[in-house]
T-cell receptor, first 114, second 109 residues
Framework: KAGVTQTPRYLIKTRGQQVTLSCSPI?????VSWYQQTPGQGLQFLFE???????NKGNFPGRFSGRQFSNSRSEMNVSTLELGDSALYLC?????????????FGAGSRLTVL | EDQVTQSPEALRLQEGESSSLNCSYT??????LFWYRQDPGKGPEFLFT???AGEEKEKERLKATLTKKESFLHITAPKPEDSATYLC??????????FGTGTQLKVEL
């Protein structure tokens, strides 16, 4: 069973540019969540999509956006990049269950902003 | 606001030397507390979910426990392959998890 696939794995951008990251969830998983991981702040929740709708959003500026397609694949976009956006961006997918949903994470996309 | 604090930040053990990692938390209504393991260059890997105080779960050399304010990850007779960063996270509902900053564990021969 294929896991969560994120592309690209590594990328380098300069300040002011924009970036789009892609996430393919596990087959059958309809929820996709995005997290930012930095050495100082750890993992922080960006947003979650379920059935093409944003279901929850974290405390990030509007430069961070996302979307989900009908096949559950998701993309996130960061516009007007800042140095502080350098991080590992992790995507996670999950099934819906009566209890707390277990998130399965991808390997991440490591973004470096110069 | 949900909060998770993990200690220690880093831990170095000799192979076979058992220890515990701590996760202190505050949440208005706990729906689930998770433990994940993260290896360098990889995403977090799920270990356990705990739902209520008094619950315990085990997997190989790892045992997770939960009280109303804390969770512990006990590592019994660790091996070098247990070296990783261990992350604690919780949810008050939904897939928005609040993570601690992790405990970096190094197990030496």
């Amino acid at each position: 069973k294929a896991g969560v696939t994120q592309t690209p794995r590594y990328l380098i951008k300069t300040r002011g540019q924009q970036v789009t990251l892609s996430c393919s969830p596990i087959s059958g998983h309809r929820s996709v969540s995005w997290y930012q991981q930095t050495p100082g702040q750890g993992l922080q929740f960006l947003f979650e999509y379920f059935s093409e709708t944003q279901r929850n959003k974290g405390n990030f500026p509007g430069r961070f956006s996302g979307r989900q397609f009908s096949n559950s694949r998701s993309e996130m976009n960061v516009s007007t990049l800042e140095l502080g956006d350098s991080a590992l961006y992790l995507c996670a997918s999950s099934l819906e269950s009566p209890g707390a949903n277990v998130l399965t994470f991808g390997a991440g996309s490591r973004l470096t902003v110069l | 606001e949900d909060q998770v604090t993990q200690s220690p930040e880093a831990l170095r053990l000799q192979e076979g030397e058992s220890s515990s990692l701590n996760c202190s938390y505050t949440v208005s209504g706990l729906r689930g507390l998770f433990w994940y393991r993260q290896d360098p260059g990889k995403g977090p890997e799920f270990l356990f979910t705990l739902y209520s105080a008094g619950e315990e779960k085990e997997k190989e050399r790892l045992k997770a426990t939960l009280t109303k304010k804390e969770s512990f990850l006990h590592i019994t007779a660790p091996k070098p392959e247990d070296s990783a960063t261990y992350l604690c996270a919780l949810t008050g509902g939904g897939n928005k998890l609040t993570f601690g900053t992790g405990t970096q564990l190094k197990v030496e021969l």
